[in-house]
């Protein structure tokens, strides 16, 4: 069984355009007029009464329009449409078509078949060892050619929309032969840039007075992998077409390959030709909270990993200049903030212009994966934060970026630390305390004043004492022998009590596990001033 639903491009033999002056070339689009909507709509009821019918009686009914003085061009290509919306079956439902020619043939070639009794013995024997009637048999042997399938279901539409179907699909054909394109448009630049993402194109946009203008590179400016790539940059015309108001150019190669054509349409052009399709594809339909399965693989296990950076999918974009870059992730933590773009499709000319769009933005960290198996020119690594991947994005080289940018800011957050003047009010301030008032993070701090001391303060575990308090609590535990005592003397201050025991010059006897046992005493003096 067979349920076509392709991208809309259409075989290249059907593509129907016009050459212009000054090298430039149209589509044929197909005009909403009383002729075209009526071979339209009477194409569309050869298909609904094509049900459980031979496609190869489908096709006769379909070639007699051609036989009017139809366009066969134009008759093929709404054909090549309506057959996207049907499903085709070979009509065997006890034979399968292959393994019944198989088993003939080779029984055929046994017994060197030369005649129709001989044949008709074979039929016979493969029939009986396959346990099926010899009439079954017969019927399925050529049940599964094209011509013998049977139209069992056709999804219908009306002629207006296939029309303008049939029109969106000639300027996607002919832009699968495109060197490059340019478009801009109003409105709708979340969905045209998620689609661009999710399809790997390769794109840059830049902003001007009027918003943006996006730039793409055509398929036939790969050295591999066109097919793949046209039929992506042809999926993303209806999108662009979904806009209010929109604009695009593109470089077309001609036939011979020797000459370039202009090809250039917008919204006040297009009007109601071919604006107004719903475009959607069960890939579209299917498509989950990631753009890929790549994203999807590489997000579950960065959040398994538990690095303590949050990552985010789509991110604001940034700016380059004038240019405007959408990251596919950004991983954030305590003010940090590094971003992961993920490349599909990509030429070493579009990495390296890619690369230094990101130069030029100097507060922006990002990495960028480069898938190695969908290079379109011949691979030469490039420097930076480019990692090469085959299948997963790898997490190592991500976590360990992560790591150094954090101990650098870390360190650059002490080194801020360190040079201003810092004074310490209150009896007792923690060193989270001292992160909060300055705006750091509590590494910082403990990076910075791991060497530094402040008049009329003595450090004691993660806190600043107050020589006052200190002596405050010296003349409370002046006189104790009980380490149970001396704890709950303590206990109010808040801090670690075997620390500050250890600051004003106590050691520790301990009774085993019980407090109550364990004894402390004064063995050295310690200046609190």
């Not at 050869?46 to 190869?56: A, D, Q």
């Not at 029309?163 to 996607?172: A, D, F, G, I, P």
């Not at 689609?195 to 730039?215: F, H, P, Q, V, W």
Request: proline share 3%.
């Amino acid at each position: 069984m067979c349920f076509c639903e392709v991208p809309n491009v259409l075989p290249s033999n059907l593509l129907r355009v016009r050459f212009m002056r000054g090298q430039a070339v149209r589509p044929i689009y197909a005009q909403l007029n009383a002729g075209t909507l009526s071979l339209a709509e009477r194409v569309i009821g050869s298909f609904e009464k094509g049900v459980r019918s031979r496609k190869g009686e489908l096709n006769e009914r379909l070639r007699a329009f051609e036989d009017e003085g139809f366009d066969y061009r134009l008759v093929r290509g709404l054909s090549t449409l309506l057959e996207r919306r049907c499903v085709f079956e070979a009509d065997s439902p006890a034979v399968n078509p292959m393994g019944a020619r198989t088993a003939v043939f080779e029984e055929a070639s046994r017994v060197k078949v030369v005649s129709a009794e001989e044949r008709e013995r074979v039929i016979q024997g493969v029939a009986t060892s396959l346990k099926v009637q010899q009439e079954a048999l017969e019927k399925a042997l050529y049940s599964d050619v094209e011509e013998e399938l049977i139209l069992r279901k056709f999804d219908s539409i009306e002629p207006e929309p296939l029309v303008k179907h049939y029109n969106l699909s000639l300027t996607q054909t002919l832009l699968f032969k495109s060197l490059r394109m340019e478009f801009t448009a109003t409105g709708n630049w979340k969905n045209i840039l998620r689609a661009a993402k999710r399809l790997g194109l390769m794109y840059s946009i830049e902003r001007n007075d009027g918003g943006y203008t996006a730039s793409l590179d055509g398929p036939l400016s790969l050295f591999r992998m066109t097919d793949r790539y046209g039929t992506s940059m042809a999926k993303l015309l209806p999108h662009i077409v979904a806009s209010e108001k929109w604009r695009l150019k593109a470089d077309i190669l001609g036939r011979s390959r020797d000459r370039i054509f202009s090809f250039e349409l917008d919204s006040g052009e297009a009007k109601g030709l071919i604006e107004e399709i719903a475009y959607e594809t069960l890939e579209t339909r299917a498509q989950g909270p990631y753009d890929s399965a790549v994203e999807e693989r590489f997000a579950r296990s960065f959040n398994a990993y538990g690095s303590g950076w949050l990552l985010r999918r789509e991110p604001e974009p940034l700016l380059a200049g004038r240019h405007l870059l959408i990251p596919d992730f950004s991983f954030q933590k305590q003010g940090m903030k590094v971003y992961l773009e993920i490349v599909g499709f990509w030429t070493q000319e579009y990495l390296e212009r890619k690369i230094n769009k990101l130069a030029t933005i100097t507060d922006v960290d990002m990495i960028v994966a480069v898938d190695e198996s969908l290079a379109c020119s011949k691979l030469q690594r490039l420097g930076g934060k480019v990692i090469y991947y085959t299948k997963n994005v790898p997490i190592r080289p991500i976590i360990e970026h992560l790591a150094t940018r954090e101990r650098a800011v870390v360190e650059g957050e002490a080194e801020t630390v360190k040079i201003k003047t810092m004074r310490l009010s209150g009896d007792i301030v923690s060193i989270s305390d001292i992160a909060r008032e300055h705006g750091v993070s509590v590494e910082a701090v403990k990076r910075a004043v791991q060497n530094l001391e402040f008049e009329g303060y003595k450090r004691i575990g993660e806190h600043y004492v107050s020589n006052i308090k200190l002596t405050e609590l010296a003349t409370k535990l002046s006189g104790l022998e009980k380490l149970s005592d001396a704890l709950t003397a303590i206990e109010p201050y808040v801090i670690d009590p075997y620390r500050v025991l250890e600051a004003l010059g106590y050691t520790i006897t301990w009774g085993g596990l019980d407090l109550q046992r364990s004894r402390i005493r004064k063995t050295s003096p310690r200046n609190i001033q």
